[in-house]
T-cell receptor, first 114, second 115 residues
């Protein structure tokens, strides 16, 4: 299984600012995913990020609000822009397994917007 | 559209007793089905999956799940619960027919195992 790290692990940010979350994987992976999870709640897919192409966003999420970079096969960033308290959540990075079925998840970034 | 339902917000079981966490799904084609577990203050961990073949699949930590196509269910089971099994469990589905990798997660079921 892949080992995934995320930075920062948590942050408290002011309304109107932006935060960039980093996701590092210990092996090369084709597909990376960004999810949002309210504590104790289900996961909502924000976007799928493949190296060398534009990220694919799910309904309700737009690139201007959640720009994603995927410069290589082991790294990705998600920026939460012009934050509001409604953006307070846990943001999870995930990668597809080598089998192409299950996913592995990072520890998450807990974001609080005040 | 694909969806997954976990009808129980919470399941309580005594240690040593069998446990079941329920999951039903809806897809237009054939499903890939998964169970993940989230321990407090930790990321999600993959438990097991059904792709094809035998309807009973075994996974990590003694868990197993049975795929029932007629009932569109994929319930998670364990013969003897441990206190350490207390966690948040997510069922997830992917529609094979879409050809994509998008996975839909259920709302989660919190399992409490009492000593």
């Amino acid at each position: 299984s892949a080992v995934i790290s995320q930075k920062p692990s948590r942050d408290i940010c002011q309304r109107g600012t932006s935060l960039t979350i980093q996701c590092q994987v210990d092996s090369q992976v084709t597909m990376m995913f960004w999810y949002r999870q309210q504590p104790g709640q289900s996961l909502t897919l924000i976007a799928t990020a493949n190296q060398g192409s534009e990220a694919t966003y799910e309904s309700g999420f737009v690139i201007d609000k959640f720009p994603i970079s995927r410069p290589n096969l082991t790294f990705s960033t998600l920026t939460v822009s012009n934050m509001s308290p409604e953006d307070s959540s846990i943001y999870l990075c995930s990668v597809g397994s080598s089998t192409g079925y299950e996913q592995y998840f990072g520890p998450g970034t807990r974001l609080t917007v005040t | 559209a694909q969806s997954v339902a976990q009808p129980e917000d919470q399941v309580n079981v005594a240690e040593g007793n069998p446990l079941t966490v329920k999951c039903t799904y809806s897809v237009s084609g054939n499903p890939y089905l998964f169970w993940y577990v989230q321990y407090p203050n930790r990321g999600l961990q993959f438990l097991l999956k059904y792709i094809t073949g035998d309807n009973l699949v075994k996974g990590s930590y003694g868990f197993e799940a049975e795929f029932n196509k007629s009932q569109t269910s994929f319930h998670l089971k364990k013969p003897s619960a441990l206190v350490s099994d207390s966690a948040l469990y997510f069922c997830a589905v992917r529609d094979v027919g879409t050809g994509g990798f998008k996975t839909i997660f259920g709302a989660g079921t919190r399992l409490f195992v009492k000593a």
